[in-house]
């Protein structure tokens, strides 16, 4: 960004990102901006997408108290702390991105957002992370509406933590498990929408519970190479306004094809590439 920008100290919503791959599947799928040495000047910013994020931004993220929107590139796992501290400040903050700056690189984020209603973290989660920080516990993700979880190489089943977020609508899983099952009980993510299950070579069962998802409108199941039988339980969601499998094998749409529960409901496929 041209050094001047720092002079505008009544801005309120600053832009400002390439985008490299527009489907949000590869990890450094975005580029943020570099701001010049003086953004603690911008004390009125409610909006900051995206921030490349170095040393000298670091040193003067928690004077944007005001923030609503923050979104964050090129993160180091030791920078986690000192980003929360930050993010402490901004309790008006509602909805957060956080990408890190490679696939070794370990987020750990541990604070409490009262106000905030969208999250996406996109690398490697410390283990545990989804059971021990306020960001998914009931009271301090009470808010929480959309979760994005990408390159997380989660190892156990993320959903029995995450169903205690009973206010999700959206949920999306990219590259973010490496296990085999996944498994939605009954009474799970009661008002969730919109559920996108992507690039999970490993899983080979996805079972759901009559009564789980009950609200569920839109389902997504794409490139998950090892699912070799419809899901049990997918009757129990439709039918649903879109079901849609992408980038799957042709034995698996024949058995889509020959599997009368969603007779009658609009699906769409794609095959492997």
């Known amino acids: 960004m041209p050094s001047g920008i720092v002079k505008l100290k009544k801005l309120r919503h600053l832009l400002a990102e390439k985008t490299i791959d527009p489907y949000w599947r590869g990890l450094q799928c975005c580029r943020g901006v570099r701001v010049p040495n003086g953004l603690a000047n911008l004390i009125n910013l409610q909006t900051l997408q995206a921030l490349e994020l170095q040393d000298e931004s670091l040193r003067h993220l928690g004077v944007l108290r005001q923030l609503r929107s923050l979104r964050l590139w090129n993160v180091k796992g030791i920078c986690s702390g000192r980003i929360s501290e930050s993010l402490f400040q901004m309790q008006s903050l509602s909805d957060l991105s956080v990408s890190a700056s490679d696939e070794n690189e370990v987020l750990l984020l541990n604070v409490l957002l009262p106000n905030l209603q969208k999250l996406c973290l996109r690398g490697r989660l410390a283990e545990g992370v989804l059971e021990e920080s306020p960001l998914f516990q009931a009271a301090g993700g009470q808010n929480l509406h959309e979760l994005v979880l990408s390159w997380s190489q989660l190892r156990e089943d993320p959903l029995p933590s995450l169903s ?26 009661p008002k969730l929408k919109i559920l996108y299950l992507i690039d999970l070579p490993n899983l080979n069962q996805l079972q759901i519970q009559q009564g789980a998802m009950a609200s569920l409108e839109r389902l997504y199941l794409i490139n998950l190479s090892s699912l070799m039988e419809v899901p049990p339980g997918i009757e129990f969601l439709v039918p649903l306004q879109r079901l849609v499998f992408y980038e799957t094998s042709s034995e698996f749409l024949m058995l889509l094809c020959q599997f009368s529960a969603i007779e009658g409901t609009q699906w769409q496929h794609t095959l492997c590439r």
């Open 164 to 189: 205690r977020l009973s206010n999700l609508t959206f949920l999306d899983f990219t590259r973010a498990y490496t296990g085999e099952q996944l498994a939605f009980f009954a009474g799970w993510f």
